[in-house]
């Protein structure tokens, strides 16, 4: 059987993804997000986001543009005693 | 779009899913309507703690009722809804804190809240990821029963749930106008039709307010921007909500392992601002490595932002007001979600002309008008 990975770090497949789609009716990947915990893993949707997206835009007949979510900080994952403060003070 | 429906639902957050499903079960015909999609605002950004260490007995007894509902609800609802009990730890650091939580935990105890105090030894044994003298504390007060639902799961549970029972939710359909007709409630005006009804329910979150502008009602309620953060996933370490009234943090470990917290931020503002902010980032990631070491080594994956619906006095309000039909169910303040499963119940309660299970009357709109007494026991 072929299995196609779209999200690693949650282990969610093409075909999750199209079922979610169509039980949802869902339009954003922000659902896909909520339903499946697409790209909420440690990447972040660095390696899924486009490809769960292409799917969507293919399914709902909207565009790449309409589809792609706006980006949050921080842009790579950061220790928490990096930038939480140094000799016991905050930076 | 449906031309008709007992009753229009405006916001399909926790409490506008959850309140669909009671009026659905109770055999009225619902629509929801959704300027976005399930979950979009609050719900779908909040901690999603569930805790009945409250200092108001309204939002104690609120939260209490809505715990023994969260216990059964994913047997009635038939879905999933990630119910965890694990205990809320709510840090005390001062003789004039400890005051207050004998009082709460006095009030709490006389309505069967199972909280007690316990001294800086239990809360290591509680969760021995915390350094209580890191974290300022003289002594916390802790409820095993507090804990934790996944806030997606839950609302798409009651959403699906209604679905079932024919009520309809109208995802990305705005309301524009609320049609009134001598003070009575008549039609909603969307971007996509109209729709007659005699009841409308503002459950719009953060939006409410402009929601009430609409038949002419004006509210306090203040949207601010509260933001939160989470990090990669680990084993499990802890099971508890830690929270502090005085830091204004709160953390958990979530059901996959990441720990979800937030802070006040430093830019905090009211108005509807989303952009994260990196001095919420740093006094988060401060605070954090006070309350808890061994979290300096671990990485933050992602931060967002949401808004709370604050009232002056950060109860919500509920129920009838000025306009007949006209139904409040906003200004949760920031705890919409652990309250929703009884405010859903009471209001539909109210809208079915049944009787309802205990008083919302304190909590109408009318008790700005006096003095009002404002929740001491808030958080984030």
């Keep these: ?91 | 779009m449906e031309k008709k429906s007992d009753v229009v639902i405006i916001g399909a957050g926790i409490n506008g899913c959850a309140l669909a499903y009671e009026l659905a079960k109770r055999g009225k015909k619902v629509i929801v309507c959704e300027k976005n999609y399930i979950a979009y605002g609050a719900t779908g950004r909040c901690g999603a703690g569930i805790r009945q260490q409250w200092a108001s007995k309204e939002n104690a007894l609120l939260a209490k009722k809505s715990i023994e509902i969260f216990e059964k609800l994913g047997e009635e609802l038939g879905y999933d809804i990630g119910l965890r009990q694990g205990g809320y730890l709510i840090a005390i650091h001062t003789e004039e804190e400890m005051k207050q939580a004998k009082r709460n935990v006095k009030m709490q105890n006389s309505i069967g809240i199972p909280s007690r105090i316990i001294s800086p030894e239990e809360i290591k044994e509680i969760a021995s990821i915390l350094d209580p003298n890191g974290m300022e504390a003289i002594a916390a007060t802790f409820c095993p029963t507090d804990g934790h639902a996944n806030p997606f799961k839950t609302t798409y549970a009651y959403a699906n749930a209604a679905k079932k029972l024919g009520a309809k939710i109208y995802k990305f359909t705005e309301v524009k106008g609320i049609k009134v007709e001598d003070g009575k409630v008549k039609r909603v005006i969307t971007d996509k039709g109209e729709i007659e009804t005699k009841f409308v329910v503002n459950a719009a979150g953060a939006w409410s307010k402009e929601i009430a502008k609409m038949v002419g009602i004006e509210m306090p309620n203040k949207p601010i921007r509260k933001e939160a953060l989470v990090t990669e996933p680990l084993k499990k370490m802890f099971e508890c909500m830690v929270i502090s009234f005085k830091h204004g943090i709160y953390f958990s470990q979530q059901e996959e392992g990441q720990i979800l917290g937030g802070i006040p931020s430093p830019e905090e503002k009211i108005g509807y601002y989303t952009q994260p902010t990196f001095s919420f980032l740093k006094h988060m990631a401060y605070m954090l490595g006070k309350y808890a070491p061994p979290l300096k080594h671990v990485r933050i994956l992602r931060q967002w932002t949401g808004f709370y619906d604050v009232t002056p006095d950060a109860l919500p309000i509920l129920g009838k007001t000025s306009i007949e039909g006209f139904i409040q169910c906003n200004g949760f303040s920031g705890h919409g979600f652990m309250v929703a499963p009884m405010v859903a119940r009471l209001l539909a309660q109210l809208i079915c002309q049944e009787k309802l299970d205990m008083s919302i009357d304190k909590l109408s709109m009318e008790r700005f008008k006096g003095k009002i007494t404002k929740e001491k026991a808030i958080v984030g």
Excluded: Y
């Design chain 1, 1 to 91: 059987m072929h299995v196609k990975i779209v999200c690693r770090c949650e282990d969610i497949t093409e075909e999750d993804i199209i079922k979610t789609i169509e039980e949802h009716g869902c339009s954003t990947l922000a659902e896909l997000k909520q339903l499946l915990r697409l790209g909420m893993g440690h990447c972040q949707g660095r390696t899924c986001i486009i490809l769960a997206a292409k799917i969507l835009a293919k399914k709902t007949g909207k565009s790449l543009e309409e589809i792609m979510p706006s980006f949050r900080p921080p842009i790579i994952p950061v220790e928490i005693g990096l930038i939480g403060g140094k000799n016991g003070k905050e930076i």
